[in-house]
């Protein structure tokens, strides 16, 4: 057994309790049989005690009746009669000797003494118990004669009434305190109190320990409850002894403990036996139990640590129907839903849950064996990377579940296309990929116009026919790439190479990770280009055609790259709305452009600013605030900014976007909307945003000329639309003189483009505001 296993511990337990409840039984019989003990030796001593005084009174009796029968007898009484001292003597030493007495004395019946056996030294005195003789009966004391405890009988001798007292006295010797030892198995010690007496009388004793007793008693030690004479401990009781003669006679009795203890030890050790036995037989049960216990359960954890190595083919068989068998059958129900559940994680690992094909995971592993085994062929592994075109439009309109349910036709419908032998995955969101063998690269693109082929059909979902296009990429193994990762990447960007050329399909085409990494570049590096002020602003200005003077400037931001240097907007502002960073740089344009403006008006320049906002920007509810607070911390009235939005942009959550366009444009801001004409909303929706200006997009403004006719109608009508709806008119882009007769013929409110002024850094709007005519020079009467 392992020392340190469930088992042993197990077993250390039920030994220890065991063992701690066999001690908890001897301690509380050691316990509670000397608190019997001293209890049972405390009744023994008082009941010796009482025994002593029976056994006294019962010999005073004995004693009484001898005497009376010795007085009774005729010579004794004749030879009281003769009053002749002597012979008087001689019948008291017979009487004394008939009845084993130690002293006699005839008494007067006045109570004096007239003859004794000692000797006459008593003759002619008063006799020393007087109470004896006060009565006319036989009595009987214990009185202290002669340093001695004696036992007094006195008889009247009767011829016929009483002519005298006889006395006969009795020692009490060891032969008296025997008869109680014997009795009651105590101990008995008598002595005086007298200080002329020696302390201990008699005593039964050895002799060792009567010593050891007397020279306690004679060095006026108390005697305790227990004392301890010589290797044994007595528990003691000191009894007085009523006298006659008022002398004190104390009476010891002693139990020896150890003795009294013999039959509690004898029965602690037939208990510690008997405890020890079935202690040995309860440690046997025990380790038979804890194996019982440990068996299955040591088979549950062998079969934990197969469960955890991924076996769940063996089931632990424990042949019991308690606890442990419900467990064990518990435990091979829990290993065969693990294995269940494994097996459903491990397909939802890698599969896509919405539409049950292959995920990225494995379509990667896939692609990764399918090169291998290519290598060793050499044969062609292609794969085409597909993207939905408009596919977020759809869901943004048509709603989220129903652009799950054109995923997962979408699916259906490509491995309906595509050989038994081929693979397609969803890769996430709306993009999903084909993996096939290929003896020649003219056969991918076969596969890849069949795939178009294949989504031309209409999708009709929920009564709604919704036409579905997708933009793919196409690459080879090992003409693009030697490995799975760079043959998806190299898709990837063949795939969007077609979505820019708004074609079907593209082949991947050497060079074009050039592109991918820059573009990665750039929006890595974005985010520390705003931190590290690596952005500019440069400003167009915008002039007002009825009076022919600036009255705003469009911030528009610029990049100074130091590899790729100076960036145009379109190159990294969709970057940044593709990362989520297009916030920061809109904060740090609005913040530039209004602390510029601010210091042209402090120069003396009634002139405005605009900014563009970002689709995103509008959905940030924070913005009114943060434009107000900027607004204020430089004084500049909300009424010299503009804000220009395009209609595409509202139109993902118009109910949203209409909330903090009010609340902008509550704050005294000009909203405006932005390359008017490219967007797809509806009139009836521009009706209800809270705008002031419209800006028609540049590509009908750029070519404006007499010539360009259809221009020139939607230019117009745009005009006309625009102050119909109570709005001003902006055109952007105008580059030529004949352009702005147009517009001013038409009745266009302003204009700017390179015809006016390319865009220029603010110190220098300031020098083209001076110098330019079409600048707003100080103290201007401005037409706005």
Not at 94 to 119: H, I, K, M, P
Not at 125 to 131: A, D, G, N, Q, T
Not at 315 to 343: C, K, W, Y
């Amino acid at each position: 057994m392992r020392r340190g296993s469930f088992q042993a511990r197990l077993l250390t337990l039920m030994v220890c309790a065991l063992v701690l409840l066999v001690a908890a039984t001897l301690t509380a019989v050691h316990v509670a049989g000397n608190r019997n003990l001293r209890h049972t030796l405390t009744d023994e001593l008082g009941v010796g005690a009482r025994v002593l005084n029976r056994i006294l009174a019962a010999r005073g009796r004995q004693l009484t009746d001898a005497a009376r029968v010795g007085a009774a007898d005729f010579a004794f009484r004749e030879a009281i009669a003769s009053a002749d001292r002597p012979t008087i003597t001689s019948a008291l030493t017979n009487l004394g000797a008939r009845v084993d007495g130690d002293a006699v004395f005839l008494l007067s019946l006045d109570g004096s003494v007239d003859a004794d056996t000692l000797g006459g030294q008593f003759v002619g005195r008063p006799f020393f118990v007087p109470s004896l003789v006060a009565g006319s009966q036989a009595g009987a004391a214990i009185v202290t004669f002669d340093h001695r405890p004696f036992q007094l009988v006195v008889v009247p001798v009767l011829a016929p009434q009483p002519i005298a007292w006889v006395c006969i006295g009795f020692k009490i010797d060891e032969a008296v305190l025997e008869d109680v030892r014997r009795l009651t198995a105590l101990e008995l010690s008598l002595w005086a109190a007298d200080p002329a007496a020696p302390p201990l009388l008699i005593s039964t004793l050895p002799q060792e320990k009567r010593l050891a007793l007397g020279e306690r008693t004679a060095d006026k030690v108390a005697i305790a409850e227990t004392v301890r004479l010589g290797s044994d401990t007595y528990q003691t009781m000191l009894q007085p002894i009523e006298t006659g003669d008022g002398s004190a006679i104390n009476v010891l009795l002693q139990r020896s403990l150890e003795e009294a203890r013999g039959p509690l030890r004898r029965l602690e050790l037939q208990i510690f036996a008997l405890s020890s036995v079935a202690l040995l037989l309860a440690i046997v049960a025990a380790i038979f139990f804890a194996r019982g216990v440990t068996s299955p359960l040591r088979r549950l954890a062998e079969a934990a640590q197969r469960i955890g190595s991924g076996d769940y083919s063996a089931l632990v068989g424990v042949p019991h129907d308690d606890e442990i068998g419900q467990l064990a059958a518990a435990f091979n129900r829990m290993g065969t839903e693990i294995s269940a559940r494994e097996e459903q994680i491990r397909h939802q690992g890698s599969h896509d849950s919405l539409t049950g094909l292959p995920n990225r995971r494995l379509f990667l592993d896939h692609l990764a064996t399918w090169i291998a085994s290519a290598k060793r062929r050499g044969t062609l592994v292609g794969m085409v990377m597909m993207d939905l075109d408009r596919f977020k439009e759809i869901n943004d309109t048509l709603g989220h579940s129903l652009g799950d349910d054109l995923l997962v036709e979408m699916g259906r419908r490509l491995r309906q296309t595509i050989r038994e032998s081929d693979t397609v995955a969803r890769l996430g969101g709306d993009e999903f990929a084909v993996m096939f063998e290929s003896a020649a690269a003219a056969n991918a693109v076969e596969i890849a116009q069949r795939l178009g082929r294949a989504l031309e059909a209409p999708f009709t979902l929920g009564g709604v026919s919704i036409d579905v296009k997708a933009s793919m990429g196409i690459a080879l193994y090992p003409l693009h790439a030697e490995d799975a990762g760079t043959l998806m990447k190299r898709a990837d960007i063949a795939m969007y190479q077609a979505k820019r050329n708004h074609n079907a399909y593209a082949l991947y085409e050497s060079g074009r990770d050039e592109h991918s990494l820059r573009r990665l570049a750039i929006i890595s590096e974005l985010r520390q280009a705003v931190a590290s002020e690596a952005l500019e602003l440069h400003f167009q200005p915008k002039i007002d055609i009825a009076t022919e003077r600036a009255i705003h400037a469009e911030a528009l931001v610029r990049w100074r790259h130091p590899v790729h240097g100076m960036l145009p907007p379109d190159e990294f502002i969709p970057l940044a709305e593709q990362a989520g960073d297009i916030g920061i740089i809109t904060k740090w344009v609005l913040k530039r452009a209004i602390e510029d403006c601010a210091g042209w008006n402090r120069a003396g320049f009634d002139l405005g600013v605009a900014v563009n906002l970002s689709a995103l920007d509008i959905y940030d509810a924070g913005l009114p605030a943060l434009i107000g607070a900027l607004l204020h911390d430089q004084g500049l009235q909300p009424s010299k900014l503009v804000l220009e939005i395009t209609e595409s942009a509202v139109m993902r959550d118009a109910a949203y976007a209409l909330r903090i366009l009010r609340d902008v444009k509550g704050r005294g801001i000009t909203l405006a909307i932005d390359d008017f004409g490219t967007g797809y909303s509806s009139l009836a929706h521009l009706k209800r945003l809270p705008v002031d200006e419209l800006k028609i997009d540049k590509s009908f403004v750029v070519n404006l000329s007499e010539e360009t006719l259809d221009d020139g109608v939607i230019v117009r009508s745009t005009i006309d639309l625009g102050h119909n709806m109570g709005l001003k008119v902006v055109a952007e882009g105008l580059e030529s003189s004949e352009g702005f007769g147009i517009l001013k013929r038409f009745g266009c409110d302003m204009a700017q483009g390179y015809f006016i002024s390319h865009p220029i850094p603010s110190p220098q709007l300031l020098d083209w505001m001076d110098k330019s005519p079409w600048g707003a020079r100080p103290g201007a009467s401005l037409s706005t």
